[in-house]
Structure formats: structure tokens, C-alpha cells
């Protein structure tokens, strides 16, 4: 495993074979996880099954809790932090904002062709090479290494996640509402609110994501705190009422049964059962 750190601002990139778990749950990472073998690996996107065929390159943030079977030995995975990266970039497709990463409402999966899996390949030995070279503009040289990286996958996202006549407009305002939903999911719960920080009207924001996606926006607010909600169950000892309010929800009720609509059992149920499901499945 290859890696720089900045302990001045906890700036962080990592490059390594595999996939290691308990480094990656140790850092709110963007990731890329490319397949770089011969036969699919099984993943779980939260609880979502994902199979990555080889040569398939898996974008994903720390929003999402990542488990990988013993088949991913061969994946080549790239790991970095907000201090490392996004603080210095504003461009808006390529930030950590864009595309990849904050711009559709599930984790992309791109399929590298014959001539991305050269540069791909040439573009990580240059990484490698980096790693080892030590002196003052070692981080900035990554950083633009990364960058490329990110520039490349963003141009096969626009081609291969994007319809032909997808509106940028549309998509930036669906990749703003994603943005916004992330800032403030435990305190604003209504379309209305998130189109009044976007200054457009709740009937624009509905039409766009009827057109451009499989859930509502409504459905984007309450998945985000349900995934919120199933973390801290999973890994807390607090209570679901006490869960609940830091989610925003002054009434347990509530809170309780927009997560049994969502999940289909009870909160209690859920936490009950977590002992019996490995890291990533729940």
C-alpha cells in the first residue's frame, strides 16, 4: 500500500492492491475501486449487490459502507480525503461535487475499453512512482495525477451514465439537490426547503428527477436518512428515540415508522439482528 499523508490538514491518498477494510473505515474517503482482474468481485454498496466485472471501475464516497468478498484481491483501489483534494479544486465536474461522486444517486460503475485500460494502467505506475519520490512538491504532483484520473473517468461517466439529451442544467441540478440533501438531512425534510436554497420552485426539482431519475426527490431525502439511521443502529448503542432526534424527528413515532416503511421491519428488529450480518450487509 502506497500512501501520503499531511498531518498539518489530515490531507490523505492512498493507492493500494485490494481492498483494505479497516483502513478505509478509519477516513471519510472518495474511492475508486477498479477490477483489474480476470473474474468478477462481489461487492455490497450498503445493501445494495453489486458485481464488478473485470475491467470495471467502481466510483463511491464515504456516504456508502463498502464490503468486498475474498475475490477482491486483484482490484487496484485509490483513496482520498476532502484536505487532499476538493479543497483545491472548484471546477465543478471534477470536484469532489461532481459527477463521480455526488452527481447521480447511486455509486457509478464505469466500463474501461482497451485503450482506458492503458492509460489507466500507465496513469497508477506514474502514482507509484510519485509515492516514493519525497521532497516538496510531491504533494502537489499527486494531487495532479489524481486530477487527470478524475478528468478521464468523468469524461466516460458523461458518456456512459448521461443520455444523449440529458440537459447539464437537469443534471447540475440534480447533483446540487444530492449536494444539499448531504448537508442538511437532519435538519430540512421537505422538496420545498432544498428548492428554496436552489431558488427554484418544488414543481422544477420534481419534474427534473422524474426525467432524469429512478427515485423521487422526496425518496432522496428519506434514503439519506434511513442509511443515517441504519449506521447508527448498527454501530452505536443509542436508542432509536435518541437516533431519531439527532436525525431531526422530536416525535419517535415518526421517526419509527418512516424507517419500518422504508426497511420493512422496526427499528428494534433491525438492531436485534445486526450481531448476525457481517460489515457492509445490513
Not at 506514474?126 to 519520490?133: D, I, N, T
Not at 495532479?144 to 451514465?161: D, E, H, P, S, Y
Not at 425518496?219 to 436508542?239: F, G, P, S, W
Not at 431519531?244 to 416525535?251: H, I, K, P
Amino acid at each position: 500500500m502506497k500512501e501520503f499523508s499531511n498531518p498539518e490538514i489530515d490531507a490523505r491518498f492512498t493507492l493500494a492492491k485490494g481492498f483494505p477494510a479497516d483502513y478505509v473505515n478509519k477516513g471519510q474517503f472518495m474511492m475508486f475501486i477498479w477490477n483489474n482482474g480476470n473474474h468478477p468481485v462481489m461487492a455490497m454498496i450498503d445493501d445494495r449487490k453489486i458485481e464488478l466485472l473485470p475491467d470495471h471501475l467502481l466510483c463511491t464516497t464515504y456516504l456508502h459502507k463498502v464490503h468486498i468478498d475474498n475475490s477482491g484481491q486483484n482490484l487496484k483501489s485509490l483513496f482520498f480525503n476532502r484536505e487532499f483534494y476538493c479543497v483545491h479544486t472548484y471546477d465543478s465536474e471534477v470536484s469532489c461535487n461532481g459527477l463521480l461522486f455526488f452527481g447521480s444517486n447511486s455509486s457509478p460503475v464505469l466500463k474501461l475499453d482497451k485503450d482506458e485500460i492503458n492509460r489507466l494502467r500507465t496513469l497508477f505506475g506514474v502514482m507509484e512512482e510519485e509515492f516514493s519520490v519525497v521532497d516538496s512538491s510531491q504533494e502537489e504532483m499527486l494531487r495532479i495525477l489524481l486530477k487527470r484520473l478524475i478528468i478521464r473517468c468523468t469524461r466516460l461517466a458523461k458518456k456512459q451514465i448521461l443520455k444523449r439529451d440529458d440537459k447539464q442544467s437537469d443534471i447540475d441540478l440534480i447533483r446540487t439537490f444530492n449536494i444539499l440533501v448531504e448537508e442538511h438531512f437532519k435538519a430540512k425534510k421537505s422538496v420545498s426547503e432544498y428548492a428554496e436554497l436552489m431558488f427554484k420552485s418544488p414543481k422544477t426539482v420534481t419534474n427534473v428527477f422524474s426525467k432524469y431519475s429512478e427515485e423521487t426527490p422526496l425518496q432522496v431525502i428519506h434514503n439519506r436518512v434511513i442509511m443515517e439511521a441504519k449506521r447508527m443502529l448498527y454501530y452505536t448503542d443509542k436508542t432509536a428515540k435518541e437516533i431519531g432526534y439527532e436525525l431531526g424527528y422530536s416525535d419517535p413515532a415518526q421517526f419509527s415508522k418512516l424507517f419500518k416503511n422504508h426497511t420493512g421491519i422496526t427499528t428494534t428488529k433491525f438492531k436485534n439482528r445486526r450481531h448476525n450480518l457481517p460489515i457492509g450487509q445490513y
